[in-house]
C-alpha cells in the first residue's frame, strides 16, 4: 500500500520565511511506530522526523543563509506546539471558511508543483481530494490556531520613534546592521490584440460542430486530444475535478455545476479562450468534467497594427506632448494598473516593490538596467490565458542593494524591531506557560541544551 503523506507547515519566527514539508506517512498510528514520539506538549506530538525534515526545510528555504541544529529545532516545534495548545485552552475562534481557503491556495501550490491535482493525489497517496483536503484541512487548522494565538498575545505591542532609533544604534555598533537587496518599482502601459469577430465566430462554430459529432457518438476524450490547446490536455485528456473551492476560473466552475451527468455544454467563453465542457460524474460537492479549449487566431497583421499603435504613444512620452500617466489613463487596456498610474503589484507580498533578485528571469532581463525615470522598448507578451498584447515597462523607483539606513529604510526596521519585540513578548509568555504545561521528553532529547526551562528542571 503507498504511503499517504501528511503535509505540515510551521513558521519560525527568527526566520521570516514560510515553508511547507513533506513527510511519508501511513496513518498517524503507524508514524508514531515508526518514527518514535521526541515529546508530547499538551496533547500535541512532536516525532522524530519532524526535528529532521524541518531542518532540512529551513536551511533550504533560507538558501543556506539560516543552518540550525537537531535540539534547535525540536525546540522551534515545541514552541509552535505550545502556541497551538494554548490556543485551544483560550478558546480562539477559526472559522471553515478562512481554513477552507488555505486549503485551496495549498492544493494549488501543489498543483503548480506536479502539473495536475491526480499527480499530487497519487503521489502522497490519498484516496482522492476531498481525501488529500480533509489532511490539510487539520493542518491549516493548526496553523491558524497558532498565529491567532501569536497575534492575541502580541496584539498591544508596538515600537516607538526612540525604540526604532535605538534598535538601530545597537545593531550599527555591534557591526550587525542588515543589508538590503535591490528593489523596483515598476508601472506599464498595455494594447491588447484583439480577435475580429469573425474569427471567434469561426471558433464558435467549430466547437459546436465538435459538440454535434459528440452527441451523436464521437469521443469526447478524441476530440479534446486533436482540437483543445489547453497545454494539459495531452496528460487528462481535458478531464479535471472541480469543486466550488478550486482554483479553477469562474466561467469554468458555474459551467461544471449547472450541467447534467453526460450532458454537452454550448460553447462558453472565458479569458482563455472558447469552452465545450461534459460532465462526466457528480461526487457530492465534486464534480468531474473535461473540456475542449480553442482559442481565436490573431493574424499578423492586427499585432503589427497594435504594436505601431504602442510605439506611437511611447514616442508621445518621450517628447512630452503627454505624461506616463495620462497616457496609462487614456490608452491602456490592462484592468490591474490602468487605474493606478500603471504600477504593477507584486502578486507574492501584494505590495509595489519587487526585490530584484528574485524576479522573474525573462522580466529581469528587460528592466535590469533601467535607471529610475527610463523605459523598455515596447514589446509583445502573453498572459497564461493566451490574451496577446504589446507593452512598455517604466522603471518608477529603483533602490539598489545597500546597508540599512535609518532615514531611507526607517519602515523596514521598524518592522524589524517590532519583529523583535514581539518575539520576545512571546518568548515570556512561553516561559510561563511551560511551568503549567504537560510536557513529556524522551531520553535522548533530554539531553538537549533549551534556552527556555522545557525539561523543567530546578535551578
Known amino acids: 500500500m503507498q504511503q499517504r503523506t501528511t503535509i505540515l507547515k510551521y513558521t519560525k519566527l527568527t526566520v521570516i520565511t514560510a515553508f511547507f514539508g513533506l513527510m511519508s506517512i501511513s496513518t498517524f498510528a503507524q508514524k508514531v511506530k515508526i518514527d518514535g514520539v521526541a515529546v508530547v506538549i499538551g496533547k500535541n506530538i512532536v ?21 540550525i541544529s537537531d ?17 485551544i485552552i483560550d478558546s480562539v475562534i477559526v472559522t471553515d471558511p478562512e481554513i477552507t481557503s488555505r486549503v485551496d491556495k495549498s492544493v494549488s501550490y501543489f498543483t503548480k ?9 497519487k503521489a502522497y497517496g490519498f484516496n482522492d481530494l476531498d481525501d488529500l483536503k480533509k489532511e490539510l484541512f487539520t493542518v491549516q487548522t493548526e496553523n491558524v490556531l497558532i498565529e491567532k494565538e501569536q497575534a492575541k498575545i502580541t496584539e498591544k505591542i508596538n515600537v516607538t520613534p526612540e ?32 480577435p475580429s469577430a469573425e474569427e471567434d465566430e469561426r471558433i464558435v462554430n467549430k466547437l459546436n460542430d465538435l459538440k454535434k459529432q459528440i452527441e451523436e457518438g464521437a469521443s469526447f476524450k478524441m476530440k479534446a486530444i486533436i482540437n483543445s490547446e489547453d497545454p494539459g490536455v495531452t496528460q487528462n485528456g481535458g478531464k479535471y475535478t472541480v469543486t466550488k473551492e478550486s482554483q479553477f476560473i469562474k466561467e469554468f466552475k458555474e459551467m461544471a455545476f449547472s450541467l447534467d451527468v453526460g450532458q454537452i455544454s454550448k460553447p462558453f467563453k472565458s479569458q482563455f479562450g472558447y469552452h465545450l465542457m461534459q460532465l462526466h460524474e457528480i461526487k457530492g460537492n465534486t464534480r468531474v468534467a473535461s473540456h475542449i479549449l480553442m482559442q481565436s487566431v ?16 511611447l514616442k508621445e512620452i518621450k517628447e512630452g506632448t503627454i505624461t506616463f500617466k495620462e497616457a496609462v489613463k487614456k490608452y491602456s487596456e490592462d484592468k490591474d494598473t490602468k487605474n493606478n498610474g500603471g504600477l504593477i503589484v507584486n502578486g507574492y507580498t ?21 535607471k529610475k525615470g527610463e523605459f523598455t522598448d515596447v514589446f509583445y507578451d502573453e498572459t497564461r490565458g493566451g490574451a496577446k498584447m504589446y507593452k512598455f515597462i ?19 526596521i521598524q518592522q524589524l524591531a517590532l519583529q523583535k519585540k514581539k518575539e520576545e513578548t512571546i518568548t515570556k509568555w512561553s516561559k510561563e506557560k511551560i511551568k503549567d504545561t504537560y510536557i513529556k521528553m524522551s531520553a535522548t532529547h533530554s539531553k538537549c541544551t533549551f534556552n527556555k526551562n522545557w525539561k523543567k528542571e530546578t535551578k
Open 163 to 194: 525604540e526604532v532609533r535605538l534598535y538601530f544604534n545597537g545593531l550599527k555598533e555591534k557591526g550587525d546592521l542588515p543589508e538590503f537587496p535591490a528593489e523596483i518599482e515598476l508601472a506599464q502601459l498595455v494594447i491588447n490584440a484583439e
Open 298 to 313: 490573431i493574424p499578423e497583421a492586427t499585432l503589427k497594427t497594435t504594436k505601431e499603435k504602442v510605439e506611437k504613444i
Open 47 to 67: 516525532l522524530d522526523s519532524d526535528i529532521e525534515k524541518f531542518k532540512q526545510e529551513v536551511e533550504v528555504r533560507s538558501e543556506g543563509k539560516v543552518t
Open 113 to 121: 508543483q506536479y502539473g495536475s491535482v491526480d499527480k499530487v493525489i
Open 71 to 87: 535540539c534547535e529545532m525540536l525546540e522551534e516545534l515545541m514552541q509552535q506546539k505550545l502556541l497551538a495548545h494554548h490556543a
Open 350 to 370: 501584494g505590495e509595489s516593490k519587487f526585490d530584484l533578485t528574485r524576479m522573474d528571469p525573462a522580466l529581469y532581463a528587460r528592466v535590469n538596467d533601467l
Open 394 to 412: 517604466l522603471m518608477n523607483d529603483r533602490t539598489d542593494t545597500h546597508t540599512a539606513e535609518l532615514v531611507q529604510d526607517y519602515v523596514k
